[in-house]
C-alpha cells in the first residue's frame, strides 16, 4: 500500500496471503499441541538435512485441507532414548494400533516433560485414533 504524509510518500509492507495466513494458525497451534515450533511437510522437503520428529496431520481452523506436521528437533536429540520411544508410539497411532495409548502412556511415564506425547496421550484416552488432528477455532 502506497500512502502520503505531510507530502512524503511512504509504503506499508504489510504480509497477507495464504502463507501468512498459515504461519500465524500454526503458531496458534503450537499452544494446542504443546509444541514449540511446527512445520509443514512443504518446508520439511526444502531442507536437506532435517531432523524432527512428526506430530500428526492437522486441519487447522479456516482451512480446508490438512498438513502433515512436524516438529524440528536437534539431531543430537533425534538419537535420544525419549523421541526414539515417541517415534515408536507415533508409528502405532500412525498403523491404528490400539496398543498405541499405551506406548503413549509409557513415553509420558518416562518422560514426563514431554507435551507433545501428553497430547497425544490424552487424543488417545478420549478415544481419537490414527493421526489426523482437527484444530478447531476457539
Do not use: W
Amino acid at each position: 500500500m502506497v500512502g502520503n504524509f505531510g507530502g512524503e510518500q511512504y509504503f506499508d509492507y504489510t504480509a497477507h496471503g495464504d502463507a501468512i495466513n498459515t504461519a500465524a494458525r500454526l503458531e496458534a497451534a503450537n499452544k494446542y499441541l504443546g509444541t514449540r515450533i511446527c512445520v509443514s511437510e512443504q518446508v520439511v522437503e526444502h531442507i536437506p538435512d532435517f531432523t524432527g520428529r512428526p506430530v500428526g496431520t492437522v486441519l487447522l481452523p479456516g482451512k480446508t485441507e490438512p498438513l502433515k506436521l512436524f516438529e524440528p528437533l536437534p539431531a543430537e536429540r533425534m538419537e535420544s532414548s525419549a523421541i526414539q520411544a515417541y517415534q515408536a508410539a507415533f508409528a502405532k497411532l500412525e498403523a491404528g494400533d490400539p496398543s498405541a495409548s499405551q506406548a503413549f502412556a509409557a513415553v509420558v511415564g518416562e518422560y514426563a516433560g514431554d507435551p507433545l506425547a501428553t497430547y497425544h496421550l490424552r487424543r488417545t484416552l478420549a478415544g481419537e485414533t490414527g493421526v489426523n488432528i482437527i484444530l478447531s477455532e476457539k
